[in-house]
T-cell receptor, first 116, second 114 residues
Framework: AQTVTQSQPEMSVQEAETVTLSCTYDTSESNYYLFWYKQPPSRQMILVIRQEAYKQQNATENRFSVNFQKAAKSFSLKISDSQLGDTAMYFCAFTTHAGNNRKLIWGLGTSLAVNP | DTGVSQDPRHKITKRGQNVTFRCDPISEHNRLYWYRQTLGQGPEFLTYFQNEAQLEKSRLLSDRFSAERPKGSFSTLEIQRTEQGDSAMYLC????????????FGPGTRLTVL
């Protein structure tokens, strides 16, 4: 079965500090894509960062970076210099491209609160 | 703005009524996806289209649910004989097959069945 586990239902961080959200996944496929999305309260799902499994280099997008450990099937998100606008639900997800499959498999999310 | 759009944003209906939602993808995207999200959960996949062809449909999608993408552009999701358990946020996303199929989401349609 393909699954995503986010072990931290809720987290909080002080503004300007760094926080890491954890994610582990399970798939038997060798080629897949990993994503972090954020969903602010009552707002739409926004792509934060993506990682192709065949790339060893960790993806970065401004203050957001990932620690991708393929052997451990781990894909954590680091947010540096946290801002109040980072307050949101963060979802880890992946998709394989086996056959016609393109659906995203999602974790349950981590609710992040950035405190002033 | 050329992002994914969905209409309506909110829908309140009575049990047993039919409802239809519309999704307009990003213009150059050839794939379109529907997900359902209930409170406190991650989205769950319903179905997706490549151009006008429906390539995958979740087993969770009962016979009361149907989706179309008649000209490979916008898509509609219809729910017949709504039930209270259908209350959820319905999310649409689109992707381009040449961009590793990264999915971009619309604002969603929140359905409340009374």
């Amino acid at each position: 079965a393909q699954t995503v586990t986010q072990s931290q239902p809720e987290m909080s961080v002080q503004e300007a500090e760094t926080v890491t959200l954890s994610c582990t996944y399970d798939t038997s496929e060798s080629n897949y894509y990993l994503f972090w999305y954020k969903q602010p309260p009552s707002r739409q799902m926004i792509l934060v960062i993506r990682q192709e499994a065949y790339k060893q280099q960790n993806a970065t997008e401004n203050r957001f970076s990932v620690n991708f450990q393929k052997a451990a099937k781990s894909f954590s998100l680091k947010i540096s210099d946290s801002q109040l606008g980072d307050t949101a639900m963060y979802f880890c997800a992946f998709t394989t491209h086996a056959g016609n499959n393109r659906k995203l498999i999602w974790g349950l999310g981590t609710s992040l609160a950035v405190n002033p | 703005d050329t992002g994914v759009s969905q209409d309506p944003r909110h829908k309140i209906t009575k049990r047993g009524q039919n409802v239809t939602f519309r999704c307009d993808p990003i213009s150059e995207h050839n794939r379109l996806y529907w997900y359902r999200q209930t409170l406190g959960q991650g989205p769950e996949f319903l179905t997706y289209f490549q151009n006008e062809a429906q390539l995958e449909k979740s087993r969770l999608l009962s016979d009361r649910f149907s989706a179309e993408r008649p000209k490979g552009s916008f898509s509609t999701l219809e729910i017949q004989r709504t039930e209270q358990g259908d209350s959820a946020m319905y999310l649409c996303a689109s992707s381009y097959s040449g961009d590793s199929d990264t999915q971009y989401f619309g604002p969603g349609t929140r359905l409340t069945v009374l």
